[in-house]
C-alpha cells in the first residue's frame, strides 16, 4: 500500500502579501533583524526619535507664538478700519500715491490694502473710529501729506476718501435680529 502525501492547503488559505498573517510574519523578521544588530541600533532609534519630537515641540511652540503675534496685530486694527482695508483689498480700481517729486505711483486694491495695513500698525495704534483714521492715516501720504486717488475704468480720479465713504454707504445695511416666535 502506497501512502500519499497531505493535499496542501487550499489557495485561499494561503497568506497573502498584503494580508495580516503577512504583515505578522513581516513584523516578527524585523524584530529578529533589530535584536540581532544589537542595542547600537536601538540607541541610534531613540536618538532619532527624541529628536523629531524635539524638532515637533520646537515647531508647535513656533506656531503658538506666530498665533500669538497675529492676535496682537489684529487688535491694533480697529473692527471699522479693517472693514474699509477690506473693502479697499476686494475692489479693481487702481490707487494712486502722488509723491513730493510730483511722480505718480499706481497700486492695485490688494497692494493697496496692504500698504494700508502696514501703515495702520505702524502708525494706527488707538485710533479707533473711521474718519479719524481717515484724517491721520488712510486719506494722505505720511511724508507729502498729499491725497491718494482712486482711478476709475473711464480715467477719471477722485479723492480717496470721497470714494471710501460713498462705498461704505452704498454697502447694505444688516437685517436687525429678530426674536423667534414663541
Given at each position: 500500500?502506497?501512502?500519499?502525501?497531505?493535499?496542501s492547503a487550499p489557495a485561499s488559505d494561503r497568506p497573502r502579501p498584503g494580508s495580516l498573517a503577512a504583515s505578522r510574519r513581516g513584523l516578527l523578521l524585523a524584530?529578529?533583524?533589530?535584536a540581532a544588530a544589537g542595542p547600537a541600533c536601538d540607541e541610534k532609534f531613540q536618538s532619532f526619535l527624541r529628536n523629531a519630537s524635539d524638532r515637533h515641540v520646537?515647531?508647535?511652540?513656533?506656531?503658538?507664538?506666530?498665533?500669538?503675534?497675529?492676535?496682537?496685530?489684529?487688535?491694533?486694527?480697529?473692527?471699522?478700519v479693517r472693514a474699509a482695508i477690506a473693502l479697499v483689498r476686494t475692489s479693481d480700481y487702481d490707487f494712486v500715491?502722488?509723491?513730493?517729486?510730483?511722480?505718480?505711483k499706481r497700486y492695485s486694491g490688494f497692494?493697496?490694502?496692504g500698504m494700508l495695513?502696514?501703515?495702520?500698525?505702524w502708525l494706527g495704534r488707538g485710533l479707533e473710529g473711521l474718519p479719524t483714521w481717515l484724517d491721520q492715516i488712510g486719506g494722505r501720504t505720511f511724508f507729502g501729506g498729499r491725497s491718494y486717488l482712486v482711478r476709475l475704468p473711464d480715467g477719471r480720479e477722485l479723492?480717496?476718501?470721497?470714494?471710501?465713504?460713498?462705498?461704505?454707504?452704498?454697502l447694505p445695511?444688516?437685517?436687525?435680529?429678530?426674536?423667534?416666535?414663541?
Open positions: 500500500m502506497t501512502r500519499r502525501a497531505a493535499p524584530v529578529a533583524v533589530a520646537e515647531r508647535e511652540k513656533k506656531k503658538e507664538a506666530d498665533a500669538v503675534r497675529l492676535a496682537t496685530e489684529e487688535a491694533v486694527i480697529s473692527p471699522p500715491s502722488v509723491t513730493s517729486d510730483g511722480t505718480r497692494d493697496f490694502a495695513e502696514t501703515k495702520t500698525r479723492n480717496f476718501r470721497s470714494w471710501l465713504e460713498a462705498e461704505i454707504a452704498a445695511t444688516a437685517l436687525p435680529v429678530t426674536e423667534p416666535p414663541p
